[in-house]
């Protein structure tokens, strides 16, 4: 009985996070209801000690400290002088401004990992002037909402931290097994954009040619070394520490707060009131991201205890479907899923659901991992809920609706999916470097 039991919990989390209910009660919630009715009052004694185990788990210390450099960056100005110089080295292009956000995207991603932040700096920034240039609504405004969620795949980011811990693989080699993939990502994006720009010229114009004049007069390769410059010290620091093994993501996490910082100490951004505004930030998204966990935590406590995990286990190997089969139809409901509710509320619904069967299937999980990463960044540009779309309209101009943001949206979505694809059918993107560097450490 208690096994039928823990689809109806299921059941009833999903429904009750689709009329609108806030995840991380609704997950706390019914798992406590479901708890008592099934385990009585030793429930209540159980659950503290798994929710003292999770919040005790150092791994997860990685998260406050890399929302800290995210936010920390964002204030330093680094965003703005890395679009106006990319555009300027891409402006005698055809589609180049648009080619520089999504590099730009990238390395705020490398740098950050905070989508959000990103978003709205580079809508802020360079949504005006591809206007202004003659770029189309829907180019400009799918090529940042893009651009900006690439932080998901691209370490560090949060979303590989939570999921590397969910399905118990070591962080570093997420941040490792996720950089071919991100990097064929960003590829993706800048061969649509040229292609845009080849058969729709008029949709990306290139740069007026003074403007490229005066900027090559006036100190280019100064301006370069000074854009590039303190980014790449900042991504040597965090992500070179942890791939030549030197320090582990969460000491990684705690060198780049500390890089973000004097950053932005160098670029004279600085203040108490900075200071302040970060530091409040980061405890209200670590504060969300710890109670969902919580409720993540009660919920896979109640499913498991109820047998769950071993009924749906057994009803997948009774059904004989092959592996490749139950990969489908997991990445399709978290796509799906995506439209509805949050990457984080997926992370700690679904991927614990699933993660034994994969392992009795004898899959690779780091694999299988980066997959889910990747599908998760579509929900980030899924209508309706898509959050990159929701950043993007509320710093766009008045110009700029939802539809233009709906339309450019849909060949990025499309390339995040010919990404999973090619993944799928490549496995080595993500094992190959990963493993080429236990070898040669």
Known sequence: MPEYMSIVLFIVVFALLLLGFPVAFTLGGVSLIFGYFTFGMNFFQLLPLRIWG????????????????????????????LLETMAMLFGKLRGGLAISVIVVGAVLAASTGIVGATVVTMGLLSLPTMIKRGYSPELSTGTICAAGTLGQIIPPSIVLVLLGSVLNISIGDMFVGAVIPGLVLVGLYVVWIIIVATFRPESAPAMPADELADFRASGMYRRIVRAFLLPFFLILAVLGSIFAGIASPTEAAAVGALGATLLTVWQKKFSMKTLREVMRGTTTLTCMVFILLVGATAFGLVFRGMGGDHYITRLIMDAGLEAHHFLFIVMLVIFIAGFFIDFIEITFIIVPVVAPIFQKMGVDLLWVGILIALNLQTSFLTPPFGFSLFYLKGVAPSSITTTHIYKGIVPFIAIQILCIVIVVFWPEAVTWLPKYLSRHP
Do not use: C, D, Q, R
Request: glycine residues 8%; negative net charge; hydrophobic residues 55%.
């Open 54 to 81: 999770t919040m005790t788990n150092y791994v997860l210390i990685a998260v406050p400290l890399f929302v800290y450099m995210g936010l920390m960056l964002e204030k330093s100005g680094l965003a703005e002088e």
